[in-house]
């Protein structure tokens, strides 16, 4: 049995997740490792799912959803100073596919990201740009022997009971603005039947300057074999040291325009865990060669997104 029993209750019920707030978006660019989840883009999709976990016993595999727009966020203050709750304010009027398919938590625990003061600002202008929320979920996984899934013709509403695994925040391009993980997740992800066959892993995401995605030649170059074997080494040795078995992190780097060269390169935002582990990764950044922008003069932020895992 998977242990759940982690799970602390924030006040009114809220489910508290382990999140990181940054701009995480994940392209599939060469270099870059396809997220373990399975997406599901279809009402027919969502069908074979349920069908797997009751009538095949698949209990364990990580899908997710994109639900309807408009979602409603409410900001709520959080418990520690400064802190901001985005809460989904019903979690039984989470929607997909046009209504025809009904997310409902298992526990009916309310969804929330969680921000300080200056990551609310990203929240507050994500939210009125209507953002769209993505749910991670698993079928089945804390209760095996209940049916997880009422399905019901195309003309009807099929009701799907949701082990939540993860939730994150997507912007009109798909870009993940902020995402919150919690123990289920944690536990799927340190099951060692699981990861027997598994090897570490690094997620470079779509590198992006104030002005929007970074030019090809700044993404190709910090995706590049090289600087991949180097920050998955730094992440290796940070979980030798007790580091986050799986991270997520943005790393900002101040970047001289004309010539390319990395002036400076810090955390922005991160669960790492390993001070050690963060510079390891920041100096293996700042060694990449990006190339100088001929129409360009100035300091450029460059954001570099970072997911990184060993079973």
């Known amino acids: ?11 009114n019920g809220v489910l508290a997740l382990a999140g990181v707030v940054g701009t995480l978006g994940v392209s599939s660019t060469s270099g870059v490792v396809e997220a373990q989840d399975q997406g599901l883009a279809s009402l027919p999709a969502m069908h074979a799912a349920c069908h ?17 727009t408009p979602t409603t966020l409410e900001p709520h203050e959080g418990e520690e100073e400064g802190q901001v709750l985005y809460t989904i304010p019903d979690a039984r009027s989470l929607r997909a596919f046009g209504g025809s398919v009904q997310i409902v938590p298992s526990h009916l625990e309310t969804i929330a990201f969680v921000a300080n003061e200056e ?6 202008v994500a939210r009125a740009r209507g953002a769209r929320v993505r749910l991670g979920f698993f079928l089945g996984f804390d209760e095996p022997e209940r049916r997880a899934c009422l399905v019901r013709a195309s003309q009807a509403v099929t009701a799907v ?37 598994l090897e570490p892993e690094v997620t470079i995401g779509a590198p992006t300057t104030s002005g929007g995605p970074a030019s090809d ?17 730094c992440h290796v040795a940070g979980v ?5 078995r799986e991270a997520m ?14 002036e400076e390169a810090v955390v922005e935002v991160g669960n790492v865990g390993d001070e050690q582990e963060n510079a390891c990764l920041v100096a293996a ?5 990006l190339g100088g922008l001929s129409s360009a003069t100035g300091s450029v932020d460059l954001r570099v997104p970072l997911r990184l895992r060993v079973p």
Do not use: C, K
Request: hydrophobic share 45%; no cysteine; proline share 3%.
């Open 161 to 197: 009971r949701a082990d939540i695994a993860f939730v994150e925040l997507l912007d009109a391009e798909g870009a993940v603005l902020a995402r919150e993980d919690n123990d289920r997740l944690r536990a799927w992800s340190d099951d060692p039947d699981r990861n027997a066959a």
């Open 217 to 233: 030649a700044w993404a190709r170059a910090v995706r590049a074999p090289a600087i991949s074997r180097q920050l998955l080494a």
């Open 119 to 124: 990551r609310a600002r990203t929240l507050e």
């Open 240 to 244: 030798a040291r007790g580091a986050s």
């Open 1 to 11: 049995m998977h242990d759940v029993t982690q799970r602390r209750a924030r006040p």
């Open 285 to 289: 950044l700042r060694g990449v060669e």
């Open 52 to 68: 797997a976990a009751d009538e095949d016993g698949v209990h364990d595999r990580l899908y997710s959803i994109v639900l309807d």
């Open 249 to 262: 992190l943005v790393v900002r780097l101040r970047v001289e325009a004309r010539g390319g060269r990395v």
